[in-house]
């Protein structure tokens, strides 16, 4: 089983006085970068010039862009290479940039660079074009699993900016706080560390939050407890919440799960890297998956790597890829830098043996025949209340209306968890909330409880219970329409045509980068524009159907282009009907 004693060896030093940010980035871009015109290479033709890394570790222990591949980059890489991003946090650069007042900030292009992207290495996220001077702030999280200490204390960092603070739960099971203003910043990291909590590298070109299975530990019909392994990962991506430089400076973003259940709740297929439970000669370890990812030109199911790690390799064989990918990576084209591009490039095998030379021993050994998950598997649903493992108690799955919450909610959740439960909470990727250790018998006063009756329902209704939807443009700036009210309505109006035999995924995102995760839904709604027929420009959604989760997973195609979001629930009632064995509602003449 994984353990805590041979993660020092993979993490950097302690951190220590850095060079000036000039002396680090001195250099001109001299060569161009351009990819093949085809892909992938037949074996072997991968010239051994394309497979030096182009990335150089400077003084403070950041990995910078070798000189002779600089040209031709993107402006996010020019941003990085102007000033250290790490250094707001390593270098305690947040403290002098939060007395700056915005006005000063943004008269400068590095302190605006700073506000706008820099920060989002200590994961903020400048709200500029909807609510200019407040960030909203993301959280690590690993596995989901957070407690009520942490749930209070995030809720009086929310409930202090009134009508501008609210949470949301994300796609990648963690936490996400709106509101917050820049010279408040400092105070916040502060409290995020007391309640053993972190924001590092949650955003830009680093590692996401590491997901895991929610019911991990509880389940009765679990594989393996995802959460040693989610944590081990989440300190060695974060060395330990003190920064780690040496996976940083990644040519994108990049997503880990460690799948712990058949139910696959951790979406495998559209991780970077996936951890599949799996036997080699009678040792318990994972089979690896690469190369998943969305994004708006293309999406990718992950790929087997053929490779086998044992579950104390969880660790060394994700640093090894990780460094594969920031040595080898491209970055130009924003829209081709994800990992699945450079596989594209390289051709599997050749990816896999730059990993293998990553790793400490310079082996990889293939891939299982097989690995645990059972094929035939029907996912079950983890909203409503069902028992764990350990006798006398229950865990209680909690519907988040489109992973929304304000303050009171989050209080009252505290105050839930630590009066039921053992003050612990769960956050899911389809942005719900489990409720664990709950006993037996105090599960009917626990479902009496105003906040379930009237807010986060147990049992929601078919269509509501699978909706999802990314922050959308009251807060985001790239949405292109208004998601999370618009979600809610459209679902509700929906139900009042038609009724649905079973849960229907319904996911919205508000632009193409589909943070609401449309491809994996039964029905995806991604943002546009689009004119009506009087020709005016309106509000729009691309209409995707047929992804599936589980084992046999499929990302969805494209069903409807630029339809207008005024006209959207007919259309999705009649699709309802056609594809998911819906029936149309009796309904009154004069109703509308």
């Known amino acids: 089983m994984a ?157 202090a900016y009134g009508a501008d603070g609210c949470a949301d739960v994300t796609t990648r099971q963690n936490w996400q706080i709106r509101g917050v203003t820049l010279p408040d910043v400092p105070a916040i990291l502060d409290g995020l560390r007391a309640v053993g909590l972190t924001s590092l590298q949650s955003g830009m070109d680093n590692v996401r939050n590491p997901v895991g299975n929610p019911l991990a530990g509880i389940d009765p019909d679990e594989i393996v407890d995802t959460r040693p392994y989610t944590n081990l ?4 991506i974060t060395n330990n919440a003190q920064g780690n430089p040496n996976v940083t400076n990644l040519p994108r973003k990049w997503n880990v799960c460690v799948i712990g259940s058949h139910d696959l709740y951790e979406h495998p297929h559209i991780n970077d890297l996936a951890y599949m439970p799996a036997v080699k000669d009678g040792k318990f370890g994972f089979n690896l998956l690469v190369g998943g990812f969305i994004s708006p030109k293309r999406w990718a199911e992950a790929l087997p790597l053929d490779a086998w790690v044992a579950g104390d390799d969880v660790v060394p064989v994700c640093k090894a890829i990780l460094e594969a990918y920031r040595d080898l990576g491209f ?73 929304r919450l304000q303050a009171a909610d989050m209080l009252e959740l505290a105050r839930l968890a630590d009066e039921y439960g053992t003050g612990e909470l769960r956050l899911t990727v389809e942005q719900n909330i489990v409720l664990p250790n709950v006993r037996n018998e105090r599960l009917d006063a626990l479902l009496a409880e105003p906040l379930l009756r009237e807010r986060l329902s147990p049992q929601p209704s078919l269509l509501l219970k699978g909706l999802v939807a990314c922050t959308g443009n009251q807060f985001c700036g790239q949405a292109i329409i208004e998601t999370k009210a618009r979600a809610l309505q459209v679902t509700r109006d929906v139900e009042k045509r038609v009724s649905v035999p079973r849960t229907v995924r319904m996911h919205w995102t508000g632009c193409p980068n589909s943070c609401g995760q449309v491809q994996v839904a039964d029905i995806g709604f991604m943002g546009c524009l689009t004119k009506d027929t009087d020709g005016k420009v309106v509000q729009a959604a691309d209409i995707f159907v047929g992804g599936r989760v589980g084992s046999d997973s499929h990302l969805a195609d494209v069903y409807r282009k630029s339809v207008p979001c005024k006209d959207l629930v007919p259309i999705v009632a009649d699709l309802l009907v056609e594809r998911f064995g819906a029936v149309p509602r009796e309904r009154e003449e004069d109703e509308e």
């Open 233 to 236: 990962l989440s300190a060695y």
């Open 331 to 403: 970055r130009g084209n924003r829209q081709k830098t994800r990992m699945m591009w450079l596989i594209d490039e390289l051709g599997m095998e050749v990816f896999r043996s730059e990993v293998e030379k990553r790793m400490p021993n310079g082996a990889l050994e293939r891939a299982a025949p097989e690995d645990l998950i059972d094929k035939k598997w029907e996912r079950r649903d983890y909203l409503g209340v069902h028992p764990q493992k350990q006798a006398g108690l229950s865990y209680v799955g909690l519907h988040v209306p489109v992973g």
């Open 3 to 159: 353990s805590s004693a041979s993660l020092q060896r993979f993490l950097p030093p302690s951190p220590h006085a850095a060079a000036s940010s000039s002396r680090r980035r001195s250099g001109r871009a001299r060569a161009a970068v351009s990819l093949p015109s085809s892909f992938p290479p037949a074996a072997g033709e991968v010239p051994a010039e394309r497979l030096e890394p182009r990335v150089e570790q400077r003084e403070g222990g950041y990995w910078v862009l070798k000189d002779k591949y600089r040209a031709g980059l993107n402006p996010q890489e020019k941003v990085k290479l102007e000033k250290e991003p790490m250094g707001l946090f390593m270098e305690d650069g947040i403290k002098d940039l939060a007395k700056i007042p915005m006005e000063e900030i943004d008269a400068a292009k590095l302190t605006k660079d700073d506000v706008d992207v820099r920060l989002k290495w200590l994961g903020l996220f400048h709200r500029r074009k909807h609510q200019y001077g407040r960030f909203m702030m993301r959280l690590k999280l690993p596995n989901g699993v957070t407690t009520s200490e942490q749930t209070r204390y995030l809720a009086s960092v929310i409930e």
